[in-house]
């Protein structure tokens, strides 16, 4: 016959059996074979940074108060935090426990958490003879970074996004990060591992937003401690349209670009370059528009065409204005010409009738007085 039992000031648990002591690994392997007992709040996996306090949860359903037990890092041997309605030495500077035992509350707080605390925690009821709960604590030395490379967008709406970020920490686990963004999609991560340290390079596609930045969250995946990263984007997009424009304008070459851009106009019938922004639209046919724009994560410029134009013999606006004035001016003109001709040709006749009647009168009148 064994009995199985801890030992409070020893803080191990013991064993005794005719001629052995059995060790604690094996008895924690017994002990989780054992129903579902009595806690109802189990303490679950967290992370928390160098300095920052961690509560791990635990509530029993009985009256009898639970134990709280440490297993550091490199050891497998559990010590007492709490028992006894206390916190023992050693512990009793940074935790404490949080006490509702109506509800058979045992909340653990630690507070200004270092890594030598990280490890294993666990709850334990029926003053340490019922079942358990483990938890694992990961303590990050300090919040992680993660930062981007540069974006960029070269007439196409989609790229590659690039985020790397590097977490120190002490614990059983690897801490694990994500990340999101209404504009990524098809993320993969790759971790490099190098004893306490973690490298990740996170591999989105990403679409652009139409701003020069793009803001990504990423988070720790146990506690969501959340690392916000910012994409500085580069871009040059066509702002293409094909119109129709009368000749002897002004038309102006314009790409959507984060950079700086040089432009250039070619004839499309002579193969003939103008290299200006604004053109004037002479001579007559198809002039297409090109926007050279240098963007600074690219070695070499991004090329986009812009504008295609179709130059017509029609005048500009305010020519056919001048055009219909003149034209209605001169149409008076000749008008008015044309009646004063008219009039003065009419006059002409009229004066000579009028004298070749004097002249017929004479004449009358001399043969009349022969």
């Not at 920490?169 to 490099?192: E, H, K, W």
């Not at 004037?280 to 504008?307: D, I, R, W, Y």
């Amino acid at each position: 016959m064994k009995f199985i039992y801890f030992t409070p000031r020893e803080r191990k648990l013991v064993v005794y059996g005719p001629t052995f002591i059995l060790p604690v690994a094996m008895l924690m392997t017994l002990t989780t074979t054992c129903v579902n007992g009595d806690l109802v709040v189990r303490p679950s996996d967290s992370e928390v940074v160098v300095g920052q306090n961690v509560r791990l949860p635990c509530s029993t359903s009985e009256t009898m108060e639970v134990y709280w037990l440490h297993i550091p890092l490199g050891t497998s041997q559990p010590t007492y935090i709490y028992y006894d309605k206390k916190v023992v030495n050693g512990y009793n500077r940074r935790f404490r426990v949080e006490e509702d035992t109506e509800r058979g509350k045992y909340d653990l707080i630690l507070q200004n958490a270092q890594t030598a605390d990280a490890g294993t925690y666990r709850c334990h009821d029926r003053v340490g003879s019922g079942v358990w709960s483990d938890a694992e604590l990961i303590v990050l030395e300090s919040k992680p970074q993660c930062e981007a490379q540069d974006l960029t967008f070269c007439n196409e709406a989609t790229g590659t996004f690039h985020v790397s970020c590097s977490i120190v920490y002490a614990g059983r686990t690897q801490p694990r990060i994500s990340c999101s963004s209404p504009y990524t999609f098809n993320s993969s991560v790759m971790t490099t591992a190098l004893g306490n340290r973690v490298n990740y390079s996170i591999q989105s596609t990403g679409q652009w937003s139409g701003t020069d930045r793009i803001s990504i969250l990423c988070q720790t995946e146990v506690s969501n401690i959340s690392l916000p990263v910012e994409v500085k984007t580069h871009y040059a997009f066509s702002s293409s349209s094909t119109a129709n424009v009368p000749s002897n304008e002004l038309v102006e070459c314009k790409a959507n670009s984060s950079g700086s851009c040089s432009y250039k106009w070619i004839e499309m019938k002579t193969g003939q370059v103008s290299e200006q922004q604004t053109l004037k639209t002479n001579p007559l046919g198809k002039h297409e528009c090109f926007s050279e724009c240098q963007l600074q994560s690219q070695g070499s410029a991004c090329l986009v065409k812009s504008h295609t134009i179709e130059v017509t013999a029609q005048g500009s606006g305010t020519g056919i204005i001048i055009g219909i004035v003149f034209g209605f001016c001169v149409v008076i003109v000749c008008c008015v010409a044309t009646a004063f001709v008219i009039f003065i040709l009419k006059k002409r006749r009229h004066r000579s009738h009028v004298s070749k009647d004097t002249t017929d009168k004479e004449q009358l009148s001399k043969l009349n007085s022969a």
